[in-house]
């Protein structure tokens, strides 16, 4: 999620949760100033405190699925984007996983 795009989502929701801390305030008290004066402080604490919480949580996703220094790969790990080619010499070998058959001579890349 990029940066603008967290901050609507994050703008959209306050509107949401103000809208009800505004109304219990003023249900509790009949007083709109401090029902507003409530629902600002409100706002103001938890916005920042749910941006600054969201983007931690973005910054540890993204270094549990990059690899290591030395070497082996983080938790969640995708593709690393490097293609491998190898030719077989040896006449239809049969693979059990995935049962397919290559044929000798066959040149295989695949994206790891």
């Known amino acids: 999620m990029s940066c603008k ?10 509107v949401v949760a103000t809208s009800i801390t505004v109304g219990l305030v003023y249900v509790a008290t009949e007083d709109w100033g401090e029902a507003f004066a409530v ?3 409100d706002t103001l604490s938890k916005t920042l405190a749910f941006f600054v919480f969201e983007r931690c949580w973005e910054r540890r996703r993204k270094r549990e699925t990059k690899p290591t220094r030395d070497g082996d790969e983080g938790e969640h790990s995708g593709e690393l984007g490097v ?5 077989l010499d040896v ?15 066959e ?5 790891v």
């Open 83 to 87: 293609e491998l080619e190898v030719e």
């Open 5 to 14: 795009q967290l901050l609507f989502k994050t703008a959209a929701w306050r």
């Open 39 to 41: 629902g600002l402080a």
């Open 107 to 111: 040149t295989v890349v695949e994206t």
């Open 91 to 105: 006449p239809d070998v049969y693979d059990d996983e995935d049962k397919s058959v290559f044929n000798e001579g």
